[in-house]
């Protein structure tokens, strides 16, 4: 979720997270490692490419 900053969040621990960027982008689905900031790890992960024989199982 992107928001205009300046930001604070109250956590649920009652510690304030600031950030004094412009626009921030919080984090929904707690997976971010810098959480309340999105780290874009709501994404889902690439698959590696399969091997070519297994492209067209016959
Ligand atoms: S919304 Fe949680 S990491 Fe982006």
């Known amino acids: ?11 649920d621990d009652g510690t304030v997270a600031r950030s004094e960027r412009f626009m921030v982008a919080l984090c929904t ?3 971010s490692r810098i959480y309340p900031w999105c780290d874009t790890s709501h994404r889902p992960r690439e698959r590696a490419v399969p091997a070519p024989e297994d492209r067209n199982p016959s």
């Open 1 to 11: 979720m992107l928001v205009e900053g300046p930001v604070e969040i109250v956590l």
């Open 29 to 31: 689905c707690r997976r």
